[in-house]
Each structure stands twice: as structure tokens, then as C-alpha cells.
């Protein structure tokens, strides 16, 4: 690799390396939205409580959800990115900054989406079993945007979820992923307490929750 090169990859570790204190409030947020499924937070801040409903800034000019990650990853967690043509820069940011050990994503202990996954890779995740679901994946997705009222926003999946940590029912909107990711989803964690536990991440810091043990309806979207 060339002095050049080096210089390039380092670059985009900085951009997605989030600082201690980045990583101790962005961890916060991500437990209020695990145990609180479809109610916001805001990621990507660095210093703050890391509870509410606001929207944060987008830390440097790396993916967010890349951040996110990063701050969960360590040597002891396989994890896999699922990139765009072109964006293969980030997975290798991922592993050098984190020195999280690269897997395919059927054997990852976290997979990162940077794009739309498939359905198809969703339902290859290792969802562990009813004596080890500490083995099912934890998924970090990129989408464009979230929110709790649909608005009637174009493209946009609006979800009902029930539920531990939900009391009653809760919508949740997402632009930026088509149906079949949130019935591969459902599907996945059919078999509850194995499955996978799904944070989704937008550009702009916001961040939601779906763990394995809510249920999943979908009141439209296209696929």
C-alpha cells in the first residue's frame, strides 16, 4: 500500500472513530432505544445526556451508522459492512480503526449496512438459539430518515410496534429501506428470544430501535 494510500484510509478512520466521550453517549442512546422500541434519540452528539427526541448533527463527513458501529466494535466482534460499488473505503476504515476482525455476514457478530440490505441477507444472520441468543447479530442500518408521524412522506415504510418497552402501540416511519427489510425482519425474529437485534441509524444523528422482541406490522411501503 502506498504512503498515499495510507494517508486516504486514515483519513476515513478519523471521519468514523468516535471519540470516548462520543462513544459513552452515543452507547446511552442506543440502550434508550433498544429498551424503548420506535421512540428516538439522537446519536453522533459526543457530549450531552443522549436522551430525547431531538435531531443531532452528523459527526465528520463518515456515515453515521459507521460511527455508531464503531463505537460497539473491538478485536472480539466479527463484524461485516455492506457497502455500495465505491464505498468499500468505510468497511476497511471499520476494521483498521476498530481492529474488529472482517466475517461474511451469515457468521458476523454485527453487520453494518451502508446500503439497503437484501431480504435474503437479513435472513442469513445468525440469529442464535433459545439457550445461546446472546449469538443472534446486532444490525446497524443507514437509512435516510426517521420519524414517528409518516406525514405522508413518499417512499416512506410506516411500521406499528408492540411490545416490551412499548406501551400499547408506537409508529414508526422510515425513508431509505423498502418493506421486504422489515419483513425479513419479522421473520427473523419469529423465533424470539433468537433473532437480531436492528438499530437505524440516519445521516443526521437520529437513531431507533428494533429488538428481537418487538412485534413488527407494516402498514405499507413498497417492495
Known amino acids: 500500500m502506498t504512503v498515499t494510500a495510507v494517508q486516504g484510509i486514515g483519513v476515513h478512520v478519523r471521519a468514523v472513530t468516535p471519540t470516548a466521550a462520543q462513544a459513552q453517549a452515543d ?8 429498551s424503548r422500541p420506535g421512540v428516538l434519540d439522537v446519536v453522533g452528539r459526543g457530549e450531552g445526556p443522549g436522551h430525547g427526541e431531538g435531531r443531532g448533527e452528523s459527526r465528520g463527513e463518515g456515515p453515521v451508522a459507521l460511527a455508531v458501529a464503531a463505537g460497539l466494535a473491538d478485536v472480539e466482534v466479527p463484524t461485516a459492512v455492506l457497502t455500495a460499488p465505491g464505498d468499500e473505503h468505510w468497511a476497511r476504515a471499520l476494521h483498521l480503526g476498530t481492529s474488529a476482525p472482517p466475517a461474511p455476514p451469515e457468521r458476523a457478530r454485527m453487520v453494518v449496512a451502508l446500503r439497503p440490505p437484501a431480504a435474503a441477507e437479513i435472513a442469513g444472520l445468525t440469529r ?3 439457550m445461546h441468543p446472546e449469538l443472534g447479530t446486532r444490525l ?12 405522508n412522506v413518499p417512499g416512506a415504510v410506516v411500521l406499528t410496534l408492540s411490545g416490551p418497552g412499548v406501551p400499547g402501540t408506537r409508529r414508526l416511519c422510515v425513508t431509505g429501506l423498502p418493506r421486504d427489510v422489515f419483513e425479513a425482519l419479522a421473520a427473523a425474529n419469529a423465533g424470539f428470544p433468537a433473532g437480531v437485534d436492528t438499530f437505524l441509524v440516519a445521516q443526521d444523528g ?6 428481537r422482541s418487538t412485534r413488527i406490522e407494516i402498514e405499507n411501503g413498497d417492495h
Not at 140 to 149: F, K, R, W
Not at 206 to 211: R, Y
Open 27 to 34: 452507547f446511552r442512546a442506543l440502550l434508550n432505544v433498544l
Open 128 to 130: 442464535g438459539d433459545a
Open 140 to 151: 446497524v442500518v443507514a437509512v435516510d430518515g426517521l420519524g414517528q408521524d409518516s406525514g
Open 206 to 211: 437520529t437513531v431507533a430501535g428494533l429488538p
